[in-house]
């Protein structure tokens, strides 16, 4: 599976981005999909992760303001950023593994090569 991120870019706080993640292979409802950020200085961390319930789950400083979707047809995953703050500057990775084992940071096995969003006035 190769993932392919885009829709990063320079963004005003309080502005909106559409993230898209486009999946060479097949993936199916089995593999647990995931969006992650990385912030200059800090470790990744989950921003929002499917669950094996397809229930999503958010990073509490992103609750509220992001949405993840995907177009399962259509191998792409999305993460719709709004009332980005200066501190969602990060790389945005998305990554998928094909189990719910280990669904987290430590445990997908194929990453994209990320997209750069930068909040700046």
């Known amino acids: 599976v190769q993932l392919l991120e885009s829709g990063g870019g320079s963004v005003q706080p309080g502005g909106s981005v559409r993230l898209s993640c486009v999946a060479s292979?097949?993936?199916?409802?089995?593999?647990?999909m995931a969006w992650f950020r990385q912030a200059p200085g800090k470790e990744r961390e989950g921003v929002a992760i499917?669950?094996?319930?397809?229930?999503?789950t958010y990073a509490d400083s992103v609750e509220g303001r992001f949405t993840a979707s995907r177009d399962n047809a259509k191998n792409t995953l999305f993460l719709q950023m709004a009332s980005l703050k200066p501190e969602d500057t990060a790389m945005y990775y998305c990554?998928?593994?094909?189990?719910?084992?280990?669904?987290?940071?430590?445990?997908?096995?194929?990453w994209g090569k990320g997209t750069l969003v930068l909040i700046s006035s």
């Open positions: 499917w669950g094996s319930d397809g229930h999503t």
């Open positions: 990554a998928v593994t094909p189990s719910f084992r280990h669904c987290d940071v430590y445990g997908m096995e194929f």
């Open positions: 292979g097949a993936i199916d409802s089995s593999y647990c």
